[in-house]
């Protein structure tokens, strides 16, 4: 893994190579650190506009350079309008100052080792972030392949829609084009998804209004709700002031852990009163605790995983709620969270089966010749 070390200060390099020497010697070839050093504003940008620096997976970043204050924010500033994706480690004498919330972690010189950011940044490099997110990682490996085979062979049909519908509508069906052929990609990779793929962040923070799966948290009570409202009615209108529908649905998203404990108490009392071995209760408990977390327990629930800062939620398609915008903007803080689309497909299908069920009456059968 290659660092990127941005100081100026000799006391600070000579700890970081010291550390280093001792860090590339207590750890695997697949940990070892390469370190390349940048004591001035000018000779760091440089550097990040080279093409050597593509290689670089950290930057360990110093805010005050050349008596400069403003240095380190200047380098940061440059790195996004390169639109580089390299996670950054401030550490420095004046953190507080770093107005960039996006970074991997601060520290005020004295109070950590170069070896806890090292240990930082090989656990990004551990968990493939580096490897997906990088400028040789996956994604551009994928990226490339859309390019060469989904789009470049069928430009002649993009062409044709743009002459048809205009060259921004064409750009933004093409950059969808491109992120479900991305996604089409990625699918499939394995049967199992991580909890925190359930949730997206909102990236779109300038929308007023909110969007379909977002995750809203009422200023009063504390609950949490969910926006059950098709996406079709949340899009905006021709003139984009204002979304198709005049209210929104919520569901509430009550606690789940708290249900769990409720059913098996329930559970445990009712096996224990017929004789169960305590074996027999805690296979019978975990298997409940199952079928709720993977949504057979009950047709009026809905599992949401704990992950991303949430707790392990339900939603309670019989708990419903509608409000206008401005109510939402009024009673409603919104949590930057939504969950995804392929997630909440899933959750919108089961909520109209729920309510889209009829069920039979019971009919009272007299059976006169069974008497």
Request: proline share 3%; charged share 30%.
């Amino acid at each position: 893994m290659k660092l990127l070390l941005i100081e100026d200060a000799s006391a600070d390099l000579d700890a970081c190579k010291t550390t280093l020497n001792r860090w590339n010697d207590e750890h695997d070839d697949a940990s070892r650190i390469e370190l390349v050093e940048k004591l001035s504003l000018d000779d760091a940008l440089s550097y990040l506009h080279s093409y050597e620096s593509a290689s670089v997976e950290g930057i360990i970043l110093d805010l005050n350079l050349d008596r400069r204050g403003d240095a380190g924010e200047k380098i940061i500033f440059a790195i996004t309008e390169m639109k580089r994706r390299i996670p950054i480690y401030v550490f420095t004498a004046t953190p507080d100052a770093l107005s960039f919330p996006y970074v991997l972690g601060k520290k005020k010189k004295g109070e950590c080792q170069y070896d806890e950011i090292f240990t930082a940044f090989d656990m990004v490099r551990r968990i493939g972030l580096t490897k997906i997110l990088g400028n040789n990682g996956r994604l551009e490996d994928c990226l490339k392949k859309i390019f060469d085979y989904g789009i470049i062979p069928y430009m002649k049909y993009w062409e044709e829609y743009a002459e048809d519908a205009g060259m921004q509508e064409s750009e933004h069906a093409l950059a969808r084009h491109v992120s479900l052929q991305l996604h089409d990609v990625m699918d499939g990779d394995s049967e199992k998804f991580a909890p925190n793929e359930f949730y997206v962040t909102n990236l779109d923070e300038s929308r007023k209004f909110v969007k379909s799966g977002e995750l809203l948290k009422s200023k009063n009570e504390g609950t949490f709700y969910v926006v059950l409202t098709p996406p079709c009615d949340l899009v905006l209108r021709g003139d984009g002031k204002k979304p198709k529908s005049k209210t929104v649905l919520l569901g509430v998203l009550e606690d789940a852990n708290r249900k769990m404990k409720e059913v098996t108490a329930i559970i445990s009392k009712k096996l224990k009163k017929e004789g169960a071995n305590n074996d027999d209760i805690a296979k019978e408990i975990s298997d409940v605790c199952c079928s709720i977390e993977s949504n057979a327990y009950c047709l009026n629930y809905h599992y949401f995983p704990g992950a991303m800062g949430l707790q392990p939620m339900l939603l309670n398609f019989r708990v419903l709620v509608t409000r206008t915008h401005n109510e939402i903007a009024n009673e409603y803080a919104r949590t930057n969270l939504r969950v995804a689309s392929s997630f909440f497909r899933d959750v919108l299908a089961r909520f109209s089966s729920y309510y889209g069920r009829q069920g039979q009456p019971e009919v009272n059968l007299v059976r006169k010749d069974l008497v």
